[in-house]
């Protein structure tokens, strides 16, 4: 459910991402990296985690940030997409109607905004998580 530090792992545990990491065959430079920083125990482990969103409202409610569209922390811009979505909402809400069905309008326009964005984002991360996947 987190990020691991080094400090995290048994020392098995490390013994057995060596010998994993000596089997694949990574190409230089990274398999040297790879195995200088577990030889080091200087290194953090993240998780892979990725979905694609289909919508970002539903009736009343919208989601924003990584509770609707999770990238892979490669991206770098998880964040950057969170804080835009709840910008783009903010403006959304402010320009319409409060009346329910004027809000209901509004949510659409967010999502209208959004959804073809952070599709891209989370997309764009998995084709280059899929390069390291293991057979
Ligand atoms: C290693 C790593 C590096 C990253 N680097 C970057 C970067 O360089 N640039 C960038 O833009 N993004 C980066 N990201 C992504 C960024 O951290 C996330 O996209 C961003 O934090 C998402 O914000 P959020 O508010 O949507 O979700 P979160 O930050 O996950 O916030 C959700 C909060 O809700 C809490 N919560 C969960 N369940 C419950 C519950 N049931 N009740 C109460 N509280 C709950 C959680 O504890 C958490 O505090 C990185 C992510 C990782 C893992």
Known sequence: MHSIADSALTEAKIASL????HAYPWPEPFQSAMLLAFERRDFNGILLKEYV????????MALVGDAV???TSWTGMGFNAASQDVLILAEKLAAGDLAMSGVLGQLLAYEAERLVKVRALVQGGQRFTWEFREE
């Open 18 to 21: 060596i010998e994993r990491a």
């Open 69 to 71: 569209h999770l990238a």
């Open 53 to 60: 969103p289909e919508g970002l409202v539903n009736g009343r």
